[in-house]
């Protein structure tokens, strides 16, 4: 059973383009979450999802990021028009149920030049 | 704020010494989890506690919650230089985890 995947592992972009992380949760697990790291602090939630609907999005910022985890296909971060401070670890994980043990998979790094 | 904190923020210690690293939080939770993350990696799960829990055991790890005190501690028995990490306890409210952070261990060998 495959743990949570991310891709990409490392993504690098100029200030003003457009970031898309990808998540899949592992087998099973319908319940997504993305955590934001920046370098020596713990991680920080940005937002939770279920299938087609987001549960909680109450740590993404208001403005450029926005995320989706459709019925088919891996949960998407996206982050529109970068700036250098967006530039961090994002993790996803995943749980097969509310409340469960979340999983984490390996992160991308972002980095905004 | 921070809902956990742990305590110390480093810590290093010689191989086969035990490691005991704590954290508080403030507000209630459903559960409490502890994770490990090398440097530069993802986080991995080490064990979960539930509020109705004081103790659980896995392998040389061991973890007390204490919902009065709002604290908990994770004790690593019989380090060795690969539990080299940063350790992070996550309260868990269901929806989201809400990390501290996080204890740096060193295992000097």
């Known amino acids: 059973n495959a743990g949570v995947m991310q891709n990409p592992r490392h993504l690098v972009r100029r200030r003003g383009q457009e970031a898309r992380l990808r998540c899949s949760p592992m087998?099973?697990?319908?319940?997504v979450y993305w955590y934001r790291q920046l370098p020596e602090e713990g991680l920080k939630f940005m937002v939770y999802?279920?299938?087609?609907?987001?549960?909680?999005e109450s740590g993404m910022p208001k403005e450029r990021f926005s995320a989706e985890f459709p019925k088919e296909g891996p949960s998407i971060l996206r982050i529109q028009q970068v700036v250098r401070g967006d530039s961090a670890a994002y993790f996803c994980?995943?749980?097969?149920?509310?409340?469960?043990?979340?999983?984490f998979g390996p992160g991308t790094r972002l980095t905004v030049l | 704020s921070q809902q956990g904190e742990e305590d110390p923020q480093a810590l290093s210690i010689q191989e086969g010494e035990n490691a005991t690293m704590n954290c508080s939080y403030k507000?209630?939770?459903?559960?409490l989890q502890w994770y490990r993350q090398n440097s530069g990696r993802g986080l991995v799960h080490l064990i979960l506690?539930?509020?109705?829990?004081r103790e659980k055991h896995s392998g040389r790890l061991r973890v007390t919650l204490d919902t009065s005190k709002k604290s908990s501690s994770l004790l690593i028995t019989a380090s060795r230089a690969a539990d080299t990490a940063s350790y992070f306890c996550?309260?868990?409210?269901?929806?989201?985890?809400?990390f501290g952070s996080g204890t740096q261990l060193t295992v000097l060998p």
């Open positions: 507000t209630s939770i459903n559960n």
């Open positions: 996550a309260t868990d409210n269901s929806r989201q985890l809400t």
């Open positions: 994980a995943s749980s097969p149920v509310w409340g469960d043990t979340q999983y």
């Open positions: 999802l279920q299938k087609e609907n987001i549960i909680d």
């Open positions: 087998k099973g697990h319908s319940h």
């Open positions: 506690i539930r509020s109705n829990e």
